[in-house]
């Protein structure tokens, strides 16, 4: 039976080796502290530099994938700005996902403040995908995925967690050999969704026991809620 582990507080365990499942929110905190200057966002002069205390190479890229010299950044411009290890793209939902999440003004683009939380965040996320690749083939395979799932908390049954790894994989499987891995922008939308659809669960499990009575329409708001 798959289920998770009943907390009012968290629904995941930090883990000491990986530090923690990253968070949006700090991630962009912690920049807005740095510029504060953001609030309300307003496009950039690219002849007056970067803004004061942030990153030169950041701005530079952030600069470069910006060709339509707006001062902020649509999907697709933000998709270019953002690869893998093997310099593929992030998949589109994924971008969109993350547009999503620090899209914080809900303008439709990326500004340079909220791309830089969106870089930290996706720096946090590299370095929880390198400790559990254990094998360092730049994918992350089925026992890999299920290591990463539980040291978050999140306790998967074997038929639900090949049922992800098949979801997410960066390409069908084949009828013979293993199933193909999954990527590093899969990666981030697998665990991310698994974590939205958890929360969303544990807000609707009044009585903490991992049983919940929905609805026709509550269950496919919360389907819809996965990014």
Same mark, same amino acid.
């Not at 290890?85 to 990326?110: C, H, P």
């Not at 978050?152 to 009828?175: D, T």
């Given at each position: 039976?798959?289920?998770?582990?009943?907390?009012?507080?968290?629904?995941? =365990?930090?883990?000491?080796? /990986?530090?923690?499942?990253?968070?949006?929110?700090?991630?962009?905190?912690?920049?807005?502290?740095?510029?504060? /200057?953001?609030?309300?966002?307003?496009?950039?002069?690219?002849? $007056?530099?970067?803004?004061? &205390?942030? !990153?030169?190479?950041?701005?530079?890229?952030?600069?470069? %994938?910006?060709?339509?010299?707006?001062?902020?950044?649509? %999907?697709? #411009?933000?998709?270019?700005?953002? %690869?893998? &290890?093997?310099?593929?793209?992030? !998949?589109? !939902?994924?971008?969109?996902?993350?547009?999503?999440?620090?899209?914080?003004?809900?303008?439709?683009?990326?500004?340079?403040?909220?791309? =830089?939380?969106?870089?930290?965040?996706?720096?946090?996320? $590299?370095? %929880?995908?390198?400790?559990?690749?254990?094998?360092?083939?730049?994918?992350?395979?089925?026992?890999?995925?299920?290591?990463?799932?539980?040291?978050? &908390?999140?306790?998967?049954?074997? *038929?639900?967690?090949?049922?992800? #790894?098949?979801?997410?994989?960066? /390409? =069908? *499987?084949?009828?013979?050999?293993? =199933? *193909?891995?999954?990527?590093?922008?899969?990666?981030?939308?697998?665990?991310?969704?698994?974590?939205?659809?958890? #929360?969303?669960?544990?807000?609707? !499990?009044?009585?903490?026991?991992?049983?919940?009575?929905?609805?026709? #329409?509550?269950?496919?708001?919360?389907?819809?809620?996965?990014?």
């Amino acid at each position: 039976m798959s289920y998770y582990t009943p907390n009012p507080t968290s629904t995941y =365990a930090p883990n000491p080796t /990986s530090s923690y499942l990253p968070n949006a929110t700090s991630s962009y905190s912690s920049n807005l502290s740095r510029y504060p /200057s953001s609030q309300p966002r307003q496009p950039y002069s690219y002849q $007056q530099g970067p803004p004061a &205390g942030s !990153d030169p190479k950041l701005w530079k890229w952030f600069c470069a %994938v910006d060709t339509d010299r707006s001062g902020a950044l649509s %999907v697709t #411009e933000l998709q270019d700005a953002l %690869v893998n &290890g093997d310099w593929t793209k992030f !998949d589109l !939902d994924t971008v969109k996902m993350l547009m999503n999440i620090f899209d914080t003004d809900r303008s439709g683009t990326i500004g340079f403040n909220e791309f =830089a939380g969106l870089w930290k965040y996706i720096a946090e996320w $590299q370095r %929880v995908f390198k400790h559990f690749d254990r094998d360092h083939s730049g994918s992350i395979e089925g026992r890999e995925l299920a290591e990463a799932l539980r040291s978050f &908390g999140y306790n998967l049954s074997p *038929p639900l967690l090949k049922a992800l #790894e098949i979801r997410y994989a960066s /390409s =069908a *499987p084949s009828v013979y050999g293993p =199933a *193909p891995g999954i990527t590093f922008d899969r990666f981030v939308r697998a665990c991310v969704t698994v974590k939205t659809l958890t #929360e969303t669960f544990q807000r609707e !499990d009044h009585n903490n026991d991992g049983w919940i009575q929905l609805n026709y #329409e509550e269950f496919l708001k919360i389907s819809l809620s996965a990014p």
